[in-house]
């Protein structure tokens, strides 16, 4: 199964007035790690709308453990939980430089709509790359 890491440093608009990540640059973490994890793959979501397929997140799940602060590196990994024909879940885990500490774990759901905003299958080659990232193999 292919996992994405993306590396990030805690800025100080990334926290609360007690120096420690606010809740919801989490989920924006999140974000950033997908992304990074698609485009790794050959998926760009730029490319993936210009053809008009969109996913939108229909369901967030965010754990938190520990609290990172301001000026740590944390590490967000990423994977792909399942891929259905017209869905994708996403998991993340958000960890402190060394991989000591595990901080935060959550998943996003989104489905595939089309510009009309219905629900669709899958790009065919995107459906391919997920499925391959899913099974580790090469190309995913």
């Known amino acids: ?40 793959a050959g998926v760009v979501y730029g490319e993936m709308e210009k053809e008009g397929f969109f996913l939108p997140l229909t369901e967030l799940a965010c754990h938190y ?24 879940k996403f998991c993340y885990e958000i960890w402190d430089e060394n991989r000591e500490r595990l901080l935060v774990e959550g998943s996003t759901l989104h489905a595939f709509l089309n510009r009309e905003g219905k629900i669709v299958r899958a790009p065919a080659r995107v459906g391919e790359i997920f499925q391959a990232m899913l099974d580790g193999r090469p190309g995913g």
């Open 1 to 40: 199964m292919k996992t994405g890491v993306v590396k990030i440093r805690v800025i100080y608009a990334d926290t609360d007035a007690m120096g420690i990540v606010y809740h919801t640059n989490y989920v924006r973490w999140f974000e950033i790690g997908r992304t990074e994890l698609m485009r790794e």
């Open 65 to 88: 453990l520990y609290p990172a602060r301001y000026d740590e590196i944390v590490l967000v990994e990423t994977r792909i939980g399942y891929f259905r024909r017209a869905s994708v």
